[in-house]
């Protein structure tokens, strides 16, 4: 298995732009979880899925971001319109039913400017 | 609601010498708890767990940590470090037996082993 596989690996954008990032979790996980890495704040939880079903979305930001997951094996995260205080690195990760046991991607350094 | 608090957000150490990363958590009901380790440019990993069982848990690469229920700790150590073990560390947490709720993670412990 190729693990989740998250692109594009590094983004730049103006302030104001469209940013969709996506992930592809590992066949057969039936839960999917975003996260931001700042300096400042470490690692938080944006949103989960539990068999393709938005659980928790009260770690996203504001109006600006939403995340989907179509499929069980594809999610976006979209932040319209992108300001420099979302630059982060964001990470997708997936799991089966063992507890704790994710795989993470290998993140998406954004870069508002 | 859990957290997790890394006493040290970073930790210098030379080389063959030991190494204790300090991890304490704060939760109303019982918790499983995790070490994750991130090395530059690259995703989080799952270094090793507690479950259930023996508090004294092990990684294949010679870290271990102990389950404190008492002190509410989970704090990790290697008795001797390499150049290769620096990394940044992460203590995370979730809900014992409530399927698969989301980790809690500490702000990390930034791991450098000095030659």
């Known amino acids: 298995d190729a693990g989740v596989i998250q692109s594009p690996r590094h983004e730049v954008t103006e302030m104001g732009q469209e940013v969709t990032l996506r992930c592809k979790p590992i066949s057969g996980h039936n839960s999917l979880f975003w996260y931001r890495q700042t300096m400042m704040r470490g690692l938080e939880l944006l949103i989960y899925f539990n068999n393709n079903v938005p659980i928790d979305d009260s770690g996203m930001p504001e109006d600006r971001f939403s995340a989907k997951m179509p499929n069980a094996s594809f999610s976006t995260l979209k932040i319209q319109p992108s300001e420099p205080r979302d630059s982060a690195v964001y990470f997708c990760a997936s799991t089966d039913r063992a507890p704790g046991g994710y795989t993470f991607g290998s993140g998406t350094r954004l870069t508002v400017v | 609601a859990q957290s997790v608090t890394q006493l040290d957000s970073q930790v210098p150490v030379f080389e063959e010498a030991p190494v204790e990363l300090r991890c304490n958590y704060s939760?109303?009901?019982?918790?499983?708890l995790f070490w994750y380790v991130q090395y530059p440019n690259q995703g989080l990993q799952l270094l090793l767990k507690y479950l259930s069982g023996s508090t004294l848990v092990e990684s294949i690469n010679g870290f271990e940590a102990e389950f404190n229920k008492s002190q509410t700790s989970f704090h990790l150590r290697k008795p001797s470090v390499h150049i290769s073990d620096t990394a940044e560390y992460f203590c995370a947490v979730t809900l014992r037996n409530s399927g698969n709720t989301p980790l809690v993670f500490g702000k990390g412990t930034r791991l450098s082993v000095i030659a």
């Open positions: 939760s109303s009901v019982s918790v499983y």
